[in-house]
């Protein structure tokens, strides 16, 4: 597994790549609310504290082009070892497929982890640096951690099924797009029908759990049973990546 995660920063320069996304960031909520404009968010969401809703909002701009750069980097662990042959002379030594799955797996989940921490802590000393410091602020840069690694695991988990099904990143990536479209879609359409509590992209943002300046849509659920719907479709989809991983083990290129 150490193998597999020290290899994200070698085939991806995280360090250069999560920094850009910082810069970005925090520059773009910087003139966002510059001036009165800060005023402004902090009266509609009757939060006091600067430095807790820059926290947040330049955390949420950076978390969508992570979760980009996190996809495209989980599924180029299953597409380049299928182009050069890495997945083919595993086989051939006889690792089982559930080892080679999990240490794809494990290592993407650390690697998400480890930069979101990296963005949190650092999105948090700009803050510290731009608006001062608040007791509130390791409480919140914690709670965005697991909200937007909770969040990002589950599009790694799915993003590595479909780099086993196809060797396309294009189709890949499509995926963060065609899901957050559904989203809208089926929750307008859905919202009043019993059915659509069981639908997992109502429980993909935890956000409105935590006490936070910017938060979700709350859909009335619970958090156990977001939690146990999470837990229910991530089990799904590992089942069908080990099933269709192992029918085509031998046979992947």
Known sequence: MSKEFFLYFYRHKPVIILTCLLILGCSLQYLILSGDNINAVKDAL?????VLIFQNFAMDTISFLSLIYYIYCSSSSIINDKKNGVLIYSFVKNISTVKVLLNKLIAAYAFVLTSNLFLVLSISVVSLFIYGGDSEMIANAFSLLIMKTYTAVFYVNLAVLF????????FVLSILFIVEIAKVGLYSLLKDLFISRFIILNHLDISYFFNLPSTGVDRGYSLLFTLSMYVIYMAIILMLSYFIFDRKRGKLI
């Open 46 to 50: 009757s939060v006091n504290s600067e």
């Open 163 to 170: 780099a086993i099904l196809v060797n396309n990143y294009v």
